[in-house]
């Protein structure tokens, strides 16, 4: 059996964050609370079954696998069992590990990225997940481009889950801006592990799984 949930988030936020990017949970440290509107995100999975979340950007070695990482933590933490995965639209990195510079950044977070190998998105990816994030608008053409007839897997952009819709998570690569990406990672991810938490809660898993 399907279940489709969309949950419409309020996020707390604070004026110490002065970035609206930011403004999500587990960002920057609110000074006093005020509400602002989160994205709605439809969170469709097979009941019963862990929910398939696969990340995407041009190379899988920056922001992908940076993501693949710090959502996986968050999960952990949450005691959420979610299955995570990330890849990118070229071939260009196929079995590489991330970026020297990811890692690094990451690893200055609590993150460890050095395990993770470089793969591409293929249309199999659409039946394999239950939802797909793209880490901007080109890399969400290039996803729709491969959908198999039929699929209805959920493709998103990532900062859909903040207040930043239609908004690219800036590639890290030619400018090495890594802190500011991972900024966003977490404000995303944080946000997406709320919806998840909120979603678990109105329809727990009948054998009583995580
Ligand atoms: P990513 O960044 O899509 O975040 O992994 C890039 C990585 C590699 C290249 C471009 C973007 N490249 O040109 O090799």
């Not at 053409?141 to 491969?146: F, N, T, W, Y």
């Not at 991972?182 to 809660?201: C, F, G, N, R």
């Amino acid at each position: 059996m399907i279940i489709r949930t969309t949950i419409r988030t309020t996020i707390r936020t604070g004026t110490a964050t002065t970035d609206p990017a930011l403004r999500g949970p587990g960002a920057g440290q609110p000074s006093g609370p005020k509400d602002s509107v989160g994205m709605s995100v439809e969170l469709v999975q097979n009941q019963g079954e862990k929910m398939r979340i696969l990340f995407v950007c041009l190379g899988n070695i920056c922001r992908s696998p940076s993501a693949e990482g710090v959502l996986r933590q968050l999960a952990d933490r949450a005691g959420l069992d979610v299955t995570i995965d990330s890849a990118g639209t070229s071939d260009w990195h196929i079995g590489a590990p991330p970026d020297r510079r990811a890692i690094r950044a990451a690893k200055l977070r609590g993150y460890d990225l050095a395990a993770l190998r470089g793969r591409q998105f293929t249309a199999e990816d659409f039946d394999r997940f239950d939802l797909i994030l793209a880490m901007d608008r080109k890399n969400l053409r290039a996803i729709e481009a491969l959908r198999p007839a039929g699929n209805n897997a959920s493709a998103k952009l990532f900062l859909d889950l903040i207040a930043q819709t239609g908004s690219d998570v800036p590639d890290p690569y030619y400018d090495d801006s890594f802190e500011r990406m991972l900024d966003l990672i977490e404000a995303a991810s944080a946000a997406l592990v709320t919806q998840i938490a909120h979603k678990k809660e109105r329809h727990p898993d009948p054998d009583g799984a995580p």
